[in-house]
């Protein structure tokens, strides 16, 4: 058997720690994954990865031993000490709990320029906000071809943002509605079951303008890397939470120098990383991307009110996005 490279994955019963295993258990990433747990319940556990049975190893800093790379999927304190037991190995961020560090630097494969150099020890690789990476695939591909004057998007948000806690309360709300019962209120502060919410309530742990604002810095910086689509200038968001489990829904409305057209933007967006879902076909929606790498693009109508802009409708896995990024940048690595 060939020697594999070693990639530790810490909170792999996570949402994102399960889909980072699915990612690279469905390809070949060059890497073996050793799962660590995010908390001392998890230690010991049984679980699978790919097709072989595996040992979820506690958080300690043998744990890291001999592993090229470092993926944290977990909670924000498991993400802290693993960040102090890392030592020299590079860490793949995807909880945000390192992005103020000094060495902390900014990722997202799908968007980044292939021959752009890679540093290596030492280096933290934050994975950008997944509604960020999204944005920068459609609106620097757009740019590329057809200038843009100015976009506006609304972002509306899937509870599993905010990881398997956001999802079981939106899942509780909507049982507890149906039989009259008090509504949990420990992640949102606010009824999200059956409900848009402009913003959560005051006692919520994160708040939608932190989100928000999240993803506004990470879009900045996506949409000034060099490549193609480099300069797309920054688009106006709003980020509206919304009563479903998974998957982004984005209406963009976007402003062209000259548009050129609805046939021609279909043809402009269809990439590797983008399904375009032309008029003859039902629009993409957040349900069918579930599980689906890129993002889906359709309903593209032009405005009656603007000869030169268009509406956009986009869809995208947020878990499944963010993990491909973090498996691409641990391939890089290793």
Request: proline letters at 5%; a negative charge.
């Amino acid at each position: 058997m060939v020697n594999r490279a070693t990639v530790a994955l810490v909170g792999s019963e996570s949402l994102l720690g399960r889909e980072v295993r699915d990612v690279a258990a469905t390809g070949d990433p060059g890497f073996t994954l050793r799962l660590i747990a995010a908390a001392d319940y998890e230690t010991g556990r049984l679980t699978r990865q790919g097709d072989e049975p595996a040992i979820v190893e506690e958080l300690t800093a043998e744990s890291f031993d001999g592993a090229r790379a470092i993926i944290l999927a977990g909670a924000a304190e498991s993400s802290r000490k693993a960040l102090e037991l890392s030592g020299d190995t590079p860490v793949i961020d995807l909880t945000g709990a390192a992005e103020d560090r000094s060495d902390a630097r900014l990722r997202a494969p799908l968007v980044e320029d292939e021959n752009e150099s890679e540093e290596g020890a030492g280096t933290v690789h934050v994975i950008a906000h997944p509604a960020a990476i999204a944005l920068a695939l459609f609106l620097r591909r757009l740019h590329a071809n057809d200038p843009i004057v100015r976009a506006v998007v609304q972002v509306m948000a899937p509870a599993s943002e905010c990881g398997e806690a956001g999802v079981e309360e939106l899942q509780q709300q909507t049982v507890n509605l149906l039989s009259f019962k008090s509504l949990p209120k420990a992640v949102f502060d606010a009824q999200i079951g059956f409900n848009l919410l402009a913003r959560y309530g005051e006692e919520a742990p994160v708040s939608l303008e932190e989100t928000e604002l999240r993803i506004e810095r990470h879009l900045a910086t996506l949409l000034s890397l060099p490549g193609e689509g480099e300069g797309a200038p920054m688009a106006s968001v709003r980020v509206v939470q919304a009563p479903v489990f998974h998957g982004y829904s984005i209406s963009a409305w976007v402003e062209f120098e000259s548009c050129p057209g609805v046939d021609s933007l279909e043809q402009t967006l269809f990439t590797g990383q983008i399904e375009v879902r032309g008029k003859e076909v039902e629009p993409p929606t957040n349900v069918g991307s579930a599980g689906q790498s890129g993002i889906a693009v359709g309903a593209i109508e032009p405005d009656r009110n603007n000869a030169e802009a268009c509406w956009f409708w986009l869809v995208a896995d947020n878990v499944r996005l963010a993990a491909d990024n973090a498996v691409a940048v641990a391939r890089q690595l290793v």
